[in-house]
């Protein structure tokens, strides 16, 4: 282990020593992520692993990154979850999702995978159908078309880029019923590409939160956060972008570390992760499950799975030009810590 992440390291290190301009492009940063995040929130809503709404949403993505030159497929996983009834009887609710690869060679055998989760939430009792939790309505704008969106404009900004470390983009299902598609993809992967992943960027929930985090995984050594969440915060700050990481207020989640999405199954592995995310992580339980202060458009100081709240007209509504500015703000880091990280060039 000690061996694989000084191999990690010394990659990443590497990256940082020459930072060369974003490709130039026709919009703003930003642009592509906004317009693509309500695209897949209004023509697919009801992304529940398996459903119809989920495979469309999966050849969507498909089609967009083979449009941008990119290899792409759609790699199908089966797996299960457990569904309470208002009886409190359990049943296990069977599954096949759908997984979408696009392929940025490197000039290296060495990896940085971009992470986004495709799925909506799919109610797990009877008492979610009745809170208006998950269905085939929730729009998932901001969990997690936004994700989606940033992705994307990634991948089409750095479709012409020579890089010497490959790229994959990954948008997964299954994350909303326990992360299965990333238990799935970290399964297939042999024992060689997991060395050679330098890094795994989880991109989620990135609109209704109060604040931009930047954090490690918990096993992510010491140096390597430097190069990766550090120099994140670094590039928001010279940007004038307000980002921080987590506080560490709560002793299960250590001071600049994330949790609780598709990150964490790499984390467990072994594997450096930054988790990208917006949220609050000094309010409520302190464990960034709360996403902002309770007001009248957001009674929890949520939005987490709810059909009422976490949609294109209600965000607009009630958090005016967040969508544009955050997914601006987003990109403005994001890109240059991505081109750093995977040593890009022009083509």
């Known amino acids: 282990m000690f061996s694989a992440m000084r191999h990690r390291l010394a990659a990443l290190a590497l990256g940082v020593c020459s930072i060369l301009p974003a490709q130039a492009h026709t919009s703003p940063l930003g642009t592509i992520a906004n317009e693509q995040a309500r695209h897949i929130a209004m ?13 469309l949403s999966a050849d969507y993505i498909r089609q967009q990154f083979a449009g941008m030159g990119y290899q792409s497929d759609i790699r199908t996983f089966h797996s299960r979850y457990i569904y309470t009834a208002r009886n409190n009887t359990q049943n296990w609710h069977n599954v096949t999702g759908s997984t979408v690869i696009a392929a940025h060679e490197g000039r290296k055998p060495q990896q940085i995978i971009i992470m986004a989760h495709l799925d909506t939430y799919a109610p797990m009792s009877d ?28 991948a089409e900004r750095l479709k012409s880029a020579s890089t010497e470390y490959g790229i994959r983009f990954v948008a997964t299902s299954g994350e909303e019923e326990g992360k299965l598609g990333a238990e799935n993809l970290l399964q297939r992967m042999s024992a060689a590409e997991k060395k050679n992943t330098l890094l795994v960027i989880n ?42 990481m987590n506080p560490g207020l709560n002793k299960d989640y250590p001071q600049g570390t994330g949790c609780c999405n598709d990150g964490d199954v790499f984390d ?6 930054l ?6 992580w000094s309010l409520g339980k302190k464990d960034g499950y709360q996403q902002r202060s309770p007001s009248s458009a957001f009674p929890q100081g949520v939005s987490w799975h709810n059909v009422r709240l976490d949609n294109q007209e209600h965000i607009d509504k009630a958090l005016p030009k967040r969508m544009e500015h955050r997914s601006r703000d987003v990109m403005r880091i994001m890109l240059p810590l991505v081109r750093e990280l995977a040593k890009a060039g022009s083509a």
Do not use: H, W
């Open 43 to 55: 023509m697919f809503p009801g992304r529940m692993t398996g459903t119809p709404a989920e495979m």
């Open 127 to 154: 008492a979610d159908s009745d809170n208006n939790l998950g269905g085939l309505s929730l729009q998932g704008l901001d969990d997690n078309a936004a994700g989606l969106g940033v992705m994307l404009e990634l």
């Open 203 to 244: 991109l989620d929930n990135l609109i209704v939160g109060d604040k931009l985090y930047f954090n490690s995984g918990k096993n992510t050594p010491g140096p390597v956060r430097k190069l990766t969440r550090d120099r994140a915060l670094a590039i928001a700050r010279s940007r004038g972008i307000y980002a921080t």
């Open 268 to 273: 467990k592995a072994g594997i450096p992760v």
């Open 275 to 280: 988790y990208v995310e917006a949220t609050n």
